[in-house]
């Protein structure tokens, strides 16, 4: 069974059966297990988990971007009738950037230091808007040189930057943090990308800052029909701005569903210890936390990787893996809890 | 137990800048300006603000790491912001820090048992011979095990990272501890198990802490006390509870209002605050928030709004935070 909507949509990304393993000294250590999830247009999707649970890992291995000498991956990752895993490197070479956008947690790093911001942004629109650049020259009668500028300005204003003369003229470091990651969301919104992967996008971000990057995405996804795959270890961000929450533990998807289902009614145990972390404001009471520790992927518990953290173990918890069990419409969990029938009771 | 250990009084520490060719400093980065505050023995206060608005640069100011340029710091009664490094030196034991990134701060060639010795080594009065017991208790208190004496920092997750650096801290029985950001780097889960630690070490042992960070939700979990600070300044602070509940200055409530909440039906949240944070080379005139403030008025332009008591060791830096908080306008 897949995790999906029972909607009339199309997803326009789909992930099926996806585990990465990565050859070490300590033998293989399979980093995600039968990632199954689904994206679907307009529709930001949270990614939930803590440290090295495979958030990251898997938003990169939707684009190939892990380094190919160790790693071994299988499954299908369906986006537009073809299977990403599949594509030869130049062929993704054309979907990275163009249909496919991404912008990652520090964005000082990831602008070039040497360049400044307009001569970046400027090769960027060449390559991707030829011909409003052609339009805007007859039109206005103006050189290619001028155009690409008014352009430039025109998209920064777009992500509410203003001073746009002055930034296309700085370097990287010359800029805030805030402004730095509007200036790459402005980057990735240029190709108009059905997808953009936000990796961690504001963690780095001050909250007043955070407030507007998210604000921003938001709308971006209301206004453009932009899927976001959301990934982040902040259930504040989860809550306020997805549309549906995907909870990873130990390299699979524990459970999926609309932010309210997640939020209100987690099935999970171990989503119903990570909501219990989190501190509120307004709330005293000591933090109760989920005890242990995440698990070696090297050799990672066999059946549930969560069960030897979890309150509610049974036998068939160490010894079988938990399927996927839509337990309400559009609300996956992968717990032995819910099964309907237990082997061995 | 309300007497004060720390007690600053209009602290200001500048960085220069630019030079002129004299050698006199032309340009200054007011990092602090003009800080005044106690801590009392006993308490956990909090400080917040948004990066670069000074936080670390006071915690570091009253372990005397940064250099003051002008006021008093008092710690147990004592002046100690002139003293020469030989003078100062019975004083830092008492005076700790734990850093954020917990792997950063330990050294990786060495095991823990060294690294929790080098701190002891400064203690006067444990014998060497009494080391090997006293990690252990301390080990003991951080809620690890005493074979992970003879493990390198790498072997540990960030938790436990994190937990060596505090039994680090407390290795020479301080009475004042500054967390800097020090949970900023772990996971909820794992954040919620360091704080806990931290509120049960405070009680056990009568310690005073200074707890700086960004993160406004975790400081009512531990923190007696929470001061906001903005461009180098206090701007208020109020028992923990109080400043969430009902905060005075526009400022706390519009950092407040942008953390994201935990729970999708409160959707009303992530208010946003329009502007960028003042440079510190060149700090607005009067009241530093006025630029971004919407309440403000010709006065804060002007006047720089003095500390009005609220009450006892609450207080608030506004011109109009009375008519402000009378009208409602900075409640719900």
Redesign the interface.
């Given at each position: 069974m897949h995790m999906s909507h029972k909607t009339h949509q199309t997803p326009i990304l789909s992930v099926e059966d996806l585990s990465v393993s990565f050859g070490g000294s300590r033998g293989s250590a399979k980093i995600l297990e039968g990632i199954e999830f689904e994206l679907y247009p307009g529709e930001v999707l949270a990614l939930v988990g803590?440290?090295g649970c495979g958030k990251s890992v898997t938003a990169k291995s939707l684009l190939d971007l892990i380094p190919q000498l160790s790693r071994n991956r299988s499954g299908r990752v369906a986006f537009n009738g073809r299977d990403l895993l599949d594509l030869s490197s130049r062929e993704l070479g054309k979907v990275r950037g163009h249909s496919i956008a991404m912008i990652f947690q520090n964005p000082q790093s990831s602008i070039n230091p040497v360049f400044t911001l307009g001569e970046q942004m400027c090769r960027l629109i060449r390559m991707y808007l030829p011909d409003e650049i052609k339009t805007l020259c007859k039109q206005k009668m103006v050189k290619e040189k001028a155009a690409t500028k008014q352009i430039a300005q025109e998209k920064l204003a777009e992500v509410g930057l203003t001073e746009t003369d002055r930034l296309l003229k700085s370097y990287a470091h010359e800029i805030?943090?805030?402004m730095a990651q509007r200036y790459k969301i402005a980057l990735a919104l240029l190709s108009s990308p059905e997808i953009l992967i936000a990796d961690e996008a504001t963690s780095a971000l001050?909250?007043?800052?955070?407030?507007?990057i998210?604000?921003l995405l938001k709308e971006m996804s209301q206004k453009k029909g932009t899927a976001i795959l959301f990934i982040t270890?902040?259930?504040?961000?989860?809550?306020?701005?997805c549309d549906r929450v995907a909870v990873m533990y130990s390299g699979r998807i524990v459970e999926i569903g609309s932010?309210?289902d997640i939020?209100?009614k987690p099935l999970h145990p171990y989503t119903r210890?990570?909501?219990e972390?989190?501190?509120?404001?307004?709330?005293?009471e000591?933090?109760?936390?989920?005890s242990g520790?995440?698990p070696d992927l090297a050799n990672p518990p066999d059946g549930c990787r969560f069960h030897p953290r979890c309150d509610h173990t049974r036998a068939v918890c160490s010894k079988q893996r938990p399927i996927i069990i839509e337990k309400e419409d559009g609300h996956f969990v992968t717990c032995h809890l819910y099964s309907a029938t237990l082997p061995d009771e | 137990m309300s007497d004060v250990l720390i007690d600053l009084s209009h602290i200001k520490t500048y960085f220069p800048q630019k030079k002129t060719l004299m050698g006199k400093v032309s340009t200054w980065v007011r990092a602090v300006d003009d800080v005044t505050l106690k801590i009392l023995r006993g308490e956990c206060l909090g400080l917040v603000g948004e990066s670069g608005c000074g936080k670390s640069t006071l915690g570091r100011t009253i372990l005397r790491l940064a250099p003051v340029l002008s006021g008093t710091i008092r710690f147990n009664g004592v002046e100690i912001q002139h003293l020469d490094e030989k003078a100062f030196q019975p004083y830092r034991p008492k005076m700790q820090m734990v850093f954020q990134d917990p792997r950063a701060s330990l050294n990786p060639k060495m095991k823990v048992m060294q690294i929790l010795s080098e701190a002891l080594a400064i203690c006067a009065h444990v014998e060497k011979i009494q080391y090997a017991q006293r990690a252990t208790e301390l080990m003991d208190m951080v809620d690890l095990r005493p074979e992970h004496l003879f493990r390198y920092p790498h072997e540990f997750s960030g938790g436990q990272q994190q937990r060596i650096c505090i039994a680090r801290a407390l290795a020479t029985q301080p009475e004042f501890l500054v967390f800097d950001e020090a949970t900023s780097a772990l996971d909820v889960s794992v954040q919620a198990q360091i704080l806990n630690l931290m509120a049960d070490l405070q009680k056990r042992l009568n310690l005073t802490f200074l707890f700086i960070s960004h993160d406004l939700s975790i400081m009512e979990h531990i923190c007696h006390r929470v001061a906001v600070m903005y461009a180098g300044q206090v701007m208020e602070i109020q028992d923990a509870d109080a400043l969430f509940a009902s905060p005075r200055h526009p400022y706390t409530k519009a950092l407040r209002d942008a953390v994201p909440i935990a729970d999708p039906t409160q959707t009303d949240g992530m208010t946003i605050l329009e502007g960028e944070v003042p440079s510190l080379l060149d700090p607005p005139q009067g009241c530093r928030f006025h630029p971004r403030c919407k309440h403000a008025t010709g006065r804060c332009k002007q006047e720089s709004p003095k500390a009005d008591v609220i009450k006892l060791g609450n207080w608030v830096r506004c011109h109009h935070h009375l008519r402000l908080w009378k009208r409602g306008l900075l409640s719900d």
């Open positions: 803590e440290t805030s943090g805030g001050d909250v007043t800052v955070q407030a507007h998210l604000r270890h902040d259930l504040g961000i989860a809550a306020q701005i932010t309210l939020f209100q210890g990570l909501l972390a989190v501190p509120k404001l307004g709330r005293k000591p933090l109760r936390f989920v520790m995440i | -």
